[in-house]
């Protein structure tokens, strides 16, 4: 379009980015118009798979049309049951029942009356609210939900939420009080109180607030102000609700302060005391050590990664496994934690629940789930039987009996709706389940397994889920990577509904746990952040050669796809080998992390500075940066070097979190160094295709789990795109 290109000197090296002006806000105009110009020329190119469009969508919806839908599963909270069940429309309807008649002065309900809380359905058609979370207060008389405003179809959804509280009637009736606005996550606290965060222009949750129910919001006391760029802030209370937690996390370090839920900030506020006077810091921040604490019986419990000595601040160069511990209530402090629980090196405690008499423990084990039982009392440690032979996601329920002797768990997997079972934690034993028969879907048609792939002198988990048909055929089958690989999330071998119309027509989903995923513990992690970054990408191709070299698929055959940080992983394999790929989609791809990490006032650059590294002030994070990013690392290519992977990439507009220049520069920069045709015609390209939709009013998120029929026709329509694209350009 004419716009020069810009030259930045860095550590005394000169960067030349010829797509620089598409992050210039000067230049909105002009991005506008090259973005309709590429979506226009993406739907022309794409017009001819419209009907297999719609068959694929149909076939997403139908993959969770089930025979009858189990009953609700309900949770005891004081006096009351509380659940979700399903519309007819198939949305979420909150809801509760006295466990008894005459419950909690609940006089006009008997122990089989039903009081709905929030009806997403009629949430979003009356009041124009997409439901994102909700909870009771202590006394079961107030209800807070965070809803996302849906009434500005030009807009895309906020961070933030508006924060709707309802009083509950003794009769059964809800009545709005009031709506608190920019509210990021919530907590209640005794006596009408609430604790609210709320996000800077930079999206990071950096303040807890207090409100009273009733009263003004100009009213409301800040609780807890954190000035550090890197920290992320979070308000949570205890099972026992004795107490509030803050904490303030980066992504390698954490910084807990605590109060009693009884402390009165409001009076603190017409004193000469401050509001910090009455926060506790349990053990101040140190860099690779993370600690979440909680509250029973009179002792705190502490999961954490410090050292054995957790009163020491010696330098930690790798993080070290986690543990339980535990510490009396009047000394919370490091230098009184002691040992309750630990697991072995090869184990990662991902989640746990303490009872009077257990802790339940999730953990991870050499990459698979597991429920580890411990008898507090008898000091013996037991492991609960899971389904589907393991190859599932499993989540630990909260429960908010302390005195439970049962615990719930849900599960997911790759061919199977997500379901629900209760342990008894006396026995061990399954007392109670809650799952739905598909009418569309029979798991037994298809085969999950989990492989280890080498890669030097590591070993990379990939989980293989396959048509069983083309299992026991042994011939090569078009196969989709899945790739994520970095925050130290776990790619969950779960159940994604875009995923079903490829399996049903032979396909083999894979997912590649490479490095940057905590899979197999931290030091997974830690192995593909920041300088050991380029891990990830060697892991994915492994993964891909492996495939190609057994013979299970071919590279006519073989694709790829990622979103948001996964960008950064599918695009340097591109780079690297393109020969071994067919096909490849991203969805808002975080593809020029060097641009990103070199602007200070994008948001989230600086919470993000101890997972990618500091190029700004640190000449050797800028160069590692610079390895591998997708957008520097484009190699030059004749259109007749050789057959290029078809590639489709789909972006929000609104994207707060990676910008739509991103995708925009990376898709320029391709069409132009790499032989890929485009809408200007300025390159002669062969076969392969680059496409690229922006969708102006989008977001980061498609929404598939809040009821909104926009949010879930757009998931539903973005991932038929995706497959069709796949299906055609695979020839599969």
């Known amino acids: 379009m004419g716009n020069p290109a810009h030259e930045a000197v860095w550590h005394g090296k000169a960067r030349i980015d010829e797509y620089s002006w598409m992050q210039d806000p000067h230049s909105e105009r002009e991005l506008a118009e090259y973005l309709r110009q590429e979506t226009r020329y993406a739907r022309s190119a794409m017009s001819g798979t419209e009907r297999l469009q719609r068959q694929i969508a149909a076939e997403m919806r139908q993959a969770t049309e089930v025979h009858q839908m189990p009953p609700p599963v309900e949770t005891l909270n004081g006096d009351f049951f509380y659940y979700m069940r399903r519309s007819s429309s198939g949305s979420p309807v909150y809801c509760r029942r006295p466990a008894r008649a005459g419950a909690s002065g609940q006089l006009g309900l008997s122990a089989h009356s039903e009081q709905v809380l929030i009806d997403a359905e009629l949430l979003a058609r009356r009041d124009g609210y997409g439901l994102r979370n909700l909870l009771v207060s202590d006394d079961h008389d107030c209800l ?12 895309a959804p906020s961070e933030s939420s508006d924060l709707l509280v309802y009083s509950l009637s003794p009769s059964g009736e809800t009545k709005l009080v009031e709506t608190l606005k920019d509210v990021f996550n919530v907590a209640f606290g005794p006596r009408n109180a609430i604790f609210y965060t709320v996000l800077n222009e930079k999206l990071r949750s950096h303040r807890v607030i207090g409100h009273r129910v009733g009263q003004p919001q100009r009213d409301d006391v800040v609780v807890f102000d954190e000035p550090d760029a890197e920290c992320f802030v979070d308000i949570t209370r205890t ?7 803050i904490s303030s996390t980066t992504l390698d370090s954490s ?5 009693p839920s009884s402390c009165d900030f409001w009076h603190t506020q017409d004193s000469t005391s401050d509001c910090r006077d009455h926060l506790h810091l349990v053990r101040r921040r140190q860099k690779n050590v993370e600690y979440f604490i909680d509250h029973h019986s009179g002792e705190f419990v502490i999961l954490t990664n410090a050292p054995k000595d957790a009163g020491s601040f010696s330098p930690i160069s790798e993080p070290l496994p986690f543990r339980l511990m535990r510490a009396p209530t009047e000394s919370p402090e490091a230098d009184a934690w002691t040992e309750l629980m630990s697991v072995s090196d090869s184990e990662r405690i991902e989640d746990v629940e303490v009872f009077e008499k257990y802790i339940v423990v999730s953990i991870k084990r050499q990459g698979l789930p597991a429920v580890i039982v411990y008898n507090r009392p008898l000091g013996l440690r037991s492991e609960l039987r899971l389904p589907y032979n393991g190859h599932c996601a499993v989540r630990l329920e909260p429960c908010p009996q302390y005195s439970a002797s049962s615990v719930r768990l849900s599960f997911s997997s790759p061919v199977h709706l997500e379901s629900a079972a209760e342990y008894s934690l006396d026995s061990l034993e399954m007392c109670n389940s809650w799952s739905a028969t598909p009418l569309h879907l029979n798991a037994d048609d298809f085969v999950v397994r989990q492989i280890r792939v080498p890669n030097g002198d590591v070993l990379v988990p990939m989980t293989l889920i396959h048509p069983e048909a083309a299992y026991w055929s042994q011939k090569a089958s078009p196969t989709l990577i899945r790739v994520y690989g970095a925050y130290g999330v776990s790619l969950e071998p779960e159940f994604r509904i875009e995923d079903i119309p490829l399996l049903r027509r032979g396909w083999t989903i894979a997912l590649a746990h490479v490095r940057g995923g905590s899979e197999l513990g931290k030091q997974w992690y830690t192995g593909g952040k920041g300088p050991n970054k380029h891990n990830s990408v060697t892991d994915l191709l492994a993964c891909a050669r492996h495939l190609l070299e057994k013979d299970w698929s071919m590279t006519s055959k073989l694709a790829l796809t990622g979103a948001s940080a996964g960008g950064i992983v599918v695009g340097a394999a591109l780079n690297t080998e393109p020969s071994y790929f067919r096909a490849a989609t991203l969805h808002a791809p975080f593809v020029d992390p060097l641009s990103s990490m070199l602007d200070p006032d994008l948001p989230l650059t600086s919470v993000e500075v101890s997972e990618w ?9 800028y160069d590692v940066i610079g390895s591998y990013a997708p957008y520097d690392n484009i190699k030059r290519r004749s259109p007749k070097s050789g057959s290029l992977p078809s590639i489709l990439v789909t972006a929000g507009g609104q994207d707060r979190r990676v910008a739509v220049w991103q995708p925009a520069k990376w898709v320029a920069r391709l069409r132009s160094k790499a032989g ?11 076969s392969s295709k680059l496409l690229f939709l922006a969708s102006t009013n989008a977001g980061h998120f498609y929404s598939h789990d809040n009821y909104e029929s926009r949010e879930n026709l757009d998931y539903t329509r973005a991932h038929a795109l995706h497959n069709a694209f796949l299906i055609t350009e695979t020839n599969g």
């Not at 099972?239 to 937690?245: A, M, V």
């Open 144 to 155: 807070a939900c965070l809803a996302a405003p849906l009434n500005d179809p030009g807009k």
């Open 676 to 686: 890929y045709a485009g809408p200007a015609a300025t390159a002669q390209g062969g």
């Open 239 to 245: 099972k026992d609700d004795r107490y509030h937690i």
């Open 613 to 621: 590294g500091d190029p700004v002030a640190n000449c050797e994070d």
């Open 255 to 259: 910084e807990v302060h605590i109060f």
